[in-house]
């Protein structure tokens, strides 16, 4: 009986990384090198332009002036933008999976604009997209304390979250009956029309903002503004403390490792340790850090 033959690996979905494909690899996907580092600066200083361009195409008195000029910049960035983008997929072991994720998606949707526009001129002003790659910039400062806060809030976040949606349920209550009571007290001549009119009111005092559009009339209606004005500043202030406390706790559970811009070939995530051996996200093995090489070259 013979045996099942493997799956055979398709190597335009799933290639190992060597060679020029890893070098390329490490300059694009990780900022922890110098070749890396200048790949990002250079990159975020070309989208910045690229925006500016568009910005300026967009004063009709720069464009009566400009327009070649800037149309002929557009198709430069967005020519550059392509190959960056081509470049990407083609370092990757999957780029299916690249293609799919956040920034593929975001990468896609900075050249794809300026095509479309040729059909549907429309769709330019969908260029702008190109601000969201400017996420990239926390890769390029690689600021430590920067990354670690920025994974401690989320992670304060998605803990917190229970609790804060508790503490929004009882403002939503409270708003609900202040809300009524007003609707009660200044009544439709006065601009409180129903009671959605009156919520509204009531949240839009709460959290301090005060339009102004309705405004109590009757010394118990002004009572009644004033103690909420003076409620929402607490009620400001609990979900800041449940997210604070939070992040103290993560803080004193967290290991103390200073994340890197490292990238898992396998799942394209990032900053895992310097010391680590295996991805935190898939599991997959990591290859070799690569700073001290970068900083070699």
Not at 106 to 134: G, K, M, N, Q, S
Not at 224 to 248: D, K, Q, R, Y
Not at 254 to 270: I, M, V
Not at 277 to 293: D, E, K, M
């Amino acid at each position: 009986m013979e045996k099942p033959s493997p799956p055979i690996s398709d190597p335009l979905l799933d290639k190992p990384l060597a060679g020029w494909r890893l070098r390329l690899y490490t300059i694009i996907f990780e900022a922890d090198t110098r070749a890396g580092r200048l790949f990002d600066q250079a990159l975020i200083a070309v989208i910045l332009l690229s925006i500016a361009v568009v910005m300026a195409d967009s004063v009709q008195a720069v464009r009566l002036v400009y327009g070649h000029a800037l149309t002929y910049a557009e198709w430069v960035f967005t020519l550059l933008f392509t190959v960056e983008y081509i470049a990407r997929l083609l370092c990757v072991r999957r780029p299916l999976r690249y293609a799919t994720s956040f920034f593929g998606i975001i990468d896609l949707l900075a050249v794809l604009p300026t095509y479309l526009a040729l059909f549907v001129p429309e769709l330019h002003a969908l260029i702008d997209v190109r601000v969201l790659r400017l996420l990239r910039v926390f890769r390029v400062f690689k600021l430590a304390a920067y990354v670690a806060e920025y994974q401690f809030l989320v992670s304060a976040l998605a803990a917190s979250g229970r609790k804060i949606l508790v503490f929004l349920s009882a403002v939503l209550m409270v708003v609900l009956v202040m809300g009524t009571m007003m609707y009660v007290v200044e009544g439709q001549t006065n601009g409180f029309t129903s009671i959605p009119t009156s919520v509204y009111w009531a949240i839009s005092t709460v959290t301090t903002v005060g339009f102004g559009d309705i405004t109590p009339k009757t010394d118990l209606g002004r009572l009644i503004a004033s103690f909420m004005m003076l409620m929402g500043w607490g009620i400001l202030a609990v979900p800041t403390g449940i997210v604070t406390a939070e992040m103290a706790a993560q803080r004193r559970t967290h290991s103390g490792q200073a994340p890197t811009t490292r990238t898992c070939h396998e799942c394209l995530t990032e900053g895992h340790a310097a010391d680590a051996n295996f991805c935190f996200n898939c599991g997959a093995r990591l290859p070799p850090y690569q700073q001290q090489a970068g900083k070699a070259s």
